[in-house]
């Protein structure tokens, strides 16, 4: 028996880092997905084979008592810790005893701020929890998943694994999401081409918070305030041109408030002002930052942006925001 599940990446609209202490964030699922195909074997162990995980990055493998991983790029080490999370979660429920094999192919860059690492988790969840006769929901799998950020990153406010479980757009807070409409977005992404950690990035904007907490409260107290005002915007019944406008405005002060926490890069800000000098209403850092993703709102001129985030030394994504969370092929 073989199950194959696949789970789609995530743009963070609005709220990244400020949803970690609380505050509300927007995310939506994206037209980029991983593949999890689960079998069983017969030597009790946990195996994972990952050939095909797109990361730019040295070559290892390594192998540990139980485990052995079988990959051809170095960063895909750190999405495989995510993995073996994942499985060894799945088999506490189920059956510690059965030999599962998993085989990993996935359209997502790694360490981009495009929620590999949950897409992933999300995905081999799906498909060994299916081959081990478990029932769970995609919200359950999307819970699951967020036990399995905390174990391997320390921090984690859910939202990744719940987006890319559940699909769509949603507003989330403390744990909770809400389904907010499906709209079609004109959004560009764009691929610094370098990786941030997520981890260090969620522990560095712990220490400035912790050494200067006077100043950083009112940062991510303004970043949940954007978020709620987005939540109205994307509300709202006001023509799509009126939209697009006030969401571009509260994305360039999302970037500010990001690039003074210290998450941004130059190459990052590079993207990101290519992208509204060539038309975009708004462009922010997407994800953890550190290098990863920019997107760009660019109605009408989502060609034009693209063309200026490549000449900046990008790599543009024309996405579509995808309905589909998790499913099972
Ligand atoms: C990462 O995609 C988003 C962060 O806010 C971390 C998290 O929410 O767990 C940086």
Same mark, same amino acid.
Do not use: W
């Given at each position: 028996?073989?199950?194959?599940?696949?789970?789609?990446?995530?743009?963070?609209?609005?709220?990244?880092?400020?949803?970690?202490?609380?505050?509300?964030?927007?995310?939506?699922?994206?037209?980029?997905?991983?593949?999890?195909?689960?079998?069983?074997?017969?030597?009790?162990?946990?195996?994972?084979?990952?050939?095909?995980?797109?990361?730019?990055?040295?070559?290892?493998?390594?192998?540990?008592?139980?485990?052995?991983?079988?990959?051809?790029?170095?960063?895909?080490?750190?999405?495989?810790?995510?993995?073996?999370?994942?499985?060894?979660?799945?088999?506490?429920?189920?059956?510690?005893?059965?030999?599962?094999?998993?085989?990993?192919?996935?359209?997502?860059?790694?360490?981009?701020?495009?929620?590999?690492?949950?897409?992933?988790?999300? =995905?081999?969840?799906?498909?060994?929890? #299916? /081959?081990?006769? !478990?029932?769970?929901?995609?919200?359950?799998? &999307?819970? @699951? +998943?967020?036990?399995?950020?905390?174990?391997?990153?320390?921090?984690?406010?859910?939202?990744?694994?719940?987006?890319?479980?559940?699909?769509?757009?949603?507003?989330?807070?403390?744990?909770?999401?809400?389904?907010?409409?499906?709209?079609?977005?004109?959004?560009?992404?764009?691929?610094?081409?370098?990786?941030?950690?997520?981890?260090?990035?969620?522990?560095?904007?712990?220490?400035?918070?912790?050494?200067?907490?006077?100043?950083?409260?009112?940062?991510?107290?303004?970043?949940?305030?954007?978020?709620?005002?987005?939540?109205?915007?994307?509300?709202?019944?006001?023509?799509?041109?009126?939209?697009?406008?006030?969401?571009?405005?509260?994305?360039?002060?999302?970037?500010?408030?990001?690039? =003074?926490?210290?998450?941004?890069?130059? #190459? /990052?800000?590079? !993207?990101?002002?290519?992208?509204?000098?060539? &038309?975009? @209403? +708004?462009?922010?850092?997407?994800?953890?930052?550190?290098?990863?993703?920019?997107?760009?709102?660019?109605?009408?001129?989502?060609?034009?942006?693209?063309?200026?985030?490549?000449?900046?030394?990008?790599?543009?994504?024309?996405?579509?925001?995808?309905?589909?969370?998790?499913?099972?092929?």
């Amino acid at each position: 028996m073989r199950v194959l599940a696949s789970a789609p990446a995530k743009i963070i609209l609005f709220g990244e880092h400020s949803v970690v202490y609380g505050k509300p964030a927007i995310a939506a699922a994206i037209d980029l997905r991983t593949y999890v195909q689960a079998r069983f074997n017969d030597n009790g162990a946990i195996k994972i084979e990952a050939r095909d995980i797109k990361t730019p990055g040295l070559t290892v493998s390594f192998s540990e008592d139980e485990i052995y991983f079988e990959s051809d790029y170095g960063k895909a080490a750190e999405v495989l810790s995510y993995v073996r999370q994942a499985i060894e979660l799945v088999r506490d429920e189920a059956d510690r005893s059965r030999g599962v094999t998993v085989s990993i192919t996935s359209q997502i860059p790694v360490g981009a701020g495009l929620g590999s690492s949950a897409a992933v988790a999300v =995905a081999t969840i799906g498909a060994v929890s #299916k /081959l081990l006769g !478990l029932e769970l929901s995609n919200e359950e799998i &999307g819970r @699951l +998943g967020h036990r399995v950020e905390l174990l391997v990153q320390g921090a984690s406010s859910g939202i990744d694994p719940t987006v890319s479980a559940i699909g769509g757009f949603i507003h989330y807070e403390g744990g909770r999401f809400e389904r907010l409409p499906f709209m079609e977005l004109p959004v560009v992404v764009g691929y610094t081409g370098s990786s941030g950690s997520t981890k260090e990035l969620v522990a560095m904007v712990r220490r400035t918070y912790e050494e200067m907490p006077e100043i950083v409260e009112p940062i991510l107290t303004a970043m949940g305030k954007i978020v709620e005002k987005a939540r109205d915007v994307l509300l709202s019944d006001i023509e799509d041109g009126v939209r697009f406008q006030k969401l571009g405005r509260l994305m360039n002060i999302n970037h500010g408030l990001l690039d =003074a926490l210290g998450v941004s890069t130059k #190459k /990052l800000s590079e !993207l990101v002002y290519a992208a509204r000098t060539a &038309g975009a @209403l +708004g462009a922010k850092i997407t994800g953890a930052g550190g290098g990863g993703c920019m997107y760009a709102l660019a109605p009408e001129k989502q060609s034009e942006v693209a063309t200026a985030i490549t000449i900046a030394g990008g790599t543009p994504m024309i996405t579509k925001i995808s309905r589909e969370g998790l499913r099972i092929e």
